[in-house]
């Protein structure tokens, strides 16, 4: 499913159960796909960039990932809106110090930005490193992410 938001174009996919998938770039749709489950994810989706909501009630599953990818993400889901922390931090959380760089692929990777929230994962110095690709694009929208959920947060440099 696509659909207009102000970040610009997403895409969506689900399975029969769960939503798997959240792009900024064209997907496929699986033929499968519960479309009462993508219109709810669609409309929360849209609550959150409007700013009426704090947290997901969807259901997800990773299709995708490896075993510390997917620890990774679950992880992400545990920093509150709002709020943000390093790689370092998120290394030292899955108990992996070492793993800092490995937990920026793992971002990069993640099949469902928004809803999982790697956009609240910042340099340690506070830079903005690494959305959708580390692209200016990516940074862009993970500057404007960081300002929906704290609007008060001092500007973060985005080089």
């Keep these: 499913m696509k659909f207009e938001s102000t970040l610009g174009p997403l895409w969506l ?5 769960a939503l798997t998938r959240v792009s900024y770039t064209p ?9 009462a489950l993508l219109k709810a994810a669609q409309k929360q989706i849209l609550e959150f960039l409007a700013g009426q909501r704090k947290t997901f009630e969807l259901p997800y599953v990773f299709e995708v990932g490896t075993v510390f990818q997917q620890e990774v993400w679950q992880a992400l889901t545990e920093i ?10 998120i290394a030292e959380k899955i ?3 070492k793993a800092v ?17 790697c956009h609240r994962v910042i340099g340690k110095n506070g830079q903005l490193v690494g959305y959708s690709g580390s692209s200016e694009a990516g940074l862009t929208i993970k500057a404007r992410l960081l300002e929906l959920e704290n609007p008060t947060r001092q500007t973060i440099s985005l080089f």
């Design 101 to 117: 760089r490995a937990i920026g692929q793992a971002n990069h990777n993640n099949p469902l930005p928004l809803i999982i929230p």
């Design 13 to 17: 996919d689900a399975n029969q159960t």
């Design 95 to 97: 108990k992996r110090p």
């Design 80 to 89: 509150p809106y709002g709020e943000t922390c390093s790689y370092l931090a």
């Design 27 to 35: 997907i496929e749709e699986n033929p499968l796909a519960d479309q």
